[in-house]
């Protein structure tokens, strides 16, 4: 348990240390959310967007931001992007609905995977990744297959630290329409109580990415499965 002002004296050590950022999938639901944290808590003295289009916002809180549009089926040509970041967040993700399954395949594995590889490459110690509860390289679902995959592949690149989040279904109110995960969610977000390992606010996930980087890392490779995603992700919030 981490009380209020520890929180702050923490950003306030980890801003002394000048690290850089980038954030993979800046655009989406986990990835807006975690700017905005990052943003509004000024911990990194650089933060990179690499995402495969140019984002605008209208915020000035957010105009010191530096973009990299990089072409993901040709990454090695954009090696550079990835160079020089002490931390990489990676929130990216399509679904087969969206993108069929070899889509999904390409974009959850390869592009993550590649994406790791050259960050490693280039200099980033801490790399968080978005997966999934139930990921598992075993698994008989392509979805969680895919995710616990790309896990253990990342893991094996070697950082010297990799902290992987499996959320539950995610409580958000997206911009776009995705019926089945609305009924899922209005269903879980009102029983969300009763079935706590069921689901989790987008914004506990965030939180809980920020908290554990200004954390000190006790593992070189941490795995936080839901629970432990929402007890990190409620710290600093007004009670
Ligand atoms: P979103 O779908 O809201 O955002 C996905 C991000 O990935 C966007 O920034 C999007 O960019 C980018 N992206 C998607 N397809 C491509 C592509 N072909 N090329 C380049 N970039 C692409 O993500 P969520 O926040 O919902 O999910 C984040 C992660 O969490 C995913 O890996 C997901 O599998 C996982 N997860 C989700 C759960 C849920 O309930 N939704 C539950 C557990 C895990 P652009 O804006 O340009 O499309």
Redesign the pocket.
Known sequence: EIPRMDLNAMEENYRQKNRTCFI????????RTLLKEIVERNIFSKITLI???QLTFEDKAYENLVQKVVD?EKLDEYAEAFQGHDVGYC?????KA??GAE?FV???HD??LKSAELAKAGGCSHFHL????GADKTSSFL?LKT?GQVEAEIEDLGFERFSVY?????L?D?E?SRPA?WVAQKFLGAFSSVFPTMSIR?TAVARAMVVNTLKDGEKKVEILENKAICNLGQIGDKK
């Open positions: 993979l999938g800046a655009s989406g639901e986990t990835g995402g495969r289009r993901f929130c990216l993700g399509t679904t969206k993108a889509g390409r974009v959850d592009y993550v978005e997966s999934s509860k979805y995710k499996r959320p539950a279904v995610l958000v997206r776009e995960e987008i």
